[in-house]
């Protein structure tokens, strides 16, 4: 991947001038764990009944970024502290599920990649094991979500989210010099690759699979505008997700299954950069997401430094498209209000739209240390 003299003076000056706001902002909310902000202040997921909240690794991930980015131990104890906050969700295994690697690689995994902290690395161990535990052998999937406070039975159904996650596994696997965890992400994969993953590159949100047999149910919507539609975050998750398994992997099935996500995505930026909750939503509705622009940043960025020639400078020219129409129209500069994207979206049939998300803003941050050169990397 190469970046021309414009896009390097570009991302590091976005870089410095979003580290800049982040030094202020981490200053007023060290001792929460984000989410999204209320008139402009970060709100607080480390209570109790909230702390199993499935984004509740995000923060720590940007406070390790921003150590790594700038050495300063402020950073390093805030990203501690959020770990250690994380223990009473290690310790509930109702409120465990798949986003294991969403909350303990950022966090205890990260920590244990830069200090060597034993305790960090049991924390990332415990989490793998669970997420491992999940495992439906019979359709060889990773179940999601447990039955929550509802009627429906989530025993068979997986998510593309996922493909996330996986790299939780594989650290494990190598860790341990223990190949099971590897199996399961392999296998996992393969899954997605052949039930969520449609030709056009476009991907299920949910699919549903018998729990006993193993066999493929149905596809669901789930947090797009509806079966057969193309939630944005959704696409971005698996474009990333099977980028990160190549890496881990080298399995050129995944390399494959990664670009024609990409390829797709790519074919559905709209002129303006700026990405809406669904690629299929009615043509009257212009909600956008702009976690799905971080995200699907990330990932391209990634394959743009597999690829070489031109295919590296669409996949790179694409994820600097996003990201500059971010920085020009979704986000917040003012230093004393707390977010940095706006107009994020958790899922399409929610009543509210176009708020700030954490995720969005750790992935956002995640691209440009991707670009500069200067990433912890996380999955
Ligand atoms: N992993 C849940 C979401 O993307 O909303």
Same mark, same amino acid.
């Given at each position: ?167 939780? +596994? ?103 950069? +700026? ?100 990433? +912890?990397?996380?999955?």
């Amino acid at each position: 991947m190469q970046l021309n003299e414009m896009q390097t003076k570009w991302a590091q000056e976005t870089l410095d001038k979003t580290a800049g706001k982040l030094a202020k902002v981490s200053r007023r909310s060290k001792d929460k764990i984000p989410y999204t902000t209320v008139n402009g202040v970060h709100d607080d997921k480390s209570g109790e009944g909230a702390i199993g909240w499935w984004t509740n690794g995000f923060w720590g991930g940007m406070m390790w970024q921003m150590y790594t980015l700038t050495g300063e131990e402020f950073y390093k104890e805030v990203a501690q502290d959020n770990e250690r906050k994380l223990d009473a969700n290690l310790m509930d295994y109702n409120k465990l599920d798949h986003d294991n690697g969403f909350k303990w690689l950022p966090t205890a995994v990260a920590n244990y990649r830069v200090s060597g902290d034993p305790a960090s690395r049991n924390r990332g161990l415990l989490a793998a094991a669970n997420l491992a535990g999940r495992y439906n052998s019979a359709g060889r999937f990773i179940r999601a979500w447990n039955n929550w406070d509802d009627t429906a039975d989530r025993t068979g159904w997986a998510i593309i989210d996922c493909m996330m996650n996986l790299p939780l +596994l594989y650290w494990a696997s190598e860790e341990l010099g223990d190949p099971r965890f590897y199996q399961i992400a392999v296998n996992h994969a393969n899954t997605a690759r052949e039930c969520f993953v449609r030709g056009d590159g476009s991907v299920n949100h949910i699919v549903s699979f018998d729990p006993v047999s193993g066999g493929m149910i149905e596809s669901f919507g789930g947090q797009g505008y509806g079966v057969g539609s193309s939630w944005t975050r959704g696409q971005s998750w698996g474009l990333y997700g099977f980028t990160l398994s190549y890496l881990h992997t080298k399995d050129a099935a995944f390399l494959e299954t990664a670009e024609r996500i990409a390829n797709y995505f790519i074919a559905n930026i709209p002129e303006s950069g +700026l990405i809406p909750v669904d690629f299929r939503q009615p043509a009257d509705v212009t909600w956008e997401d702009s976690t799905a622009a971080a995200i699907a940043a990330c990932g391209l960025i990634e394959l743009a430094k597999l690829k070489e020639g031109r295919q590296s400078g669409i996949y790179l020219d694409a994820a600097l498209k996003m990201l500059k129409a971010l920085t020009e129209k979704s986000f917040n500069w003012n230093e004393e209000e707390d977010e940095l994207l706006t107009k994020c979206s958790a899922a399409y049939h929610e009543k509210e739209h176009e708020f700030s998300i954490i995720y969005g803003d750790y992935y956002f941050l995640e691209a440009l240390m991707k670009l500069t050169g200067k990433e +912890l990397f996380i999955w």
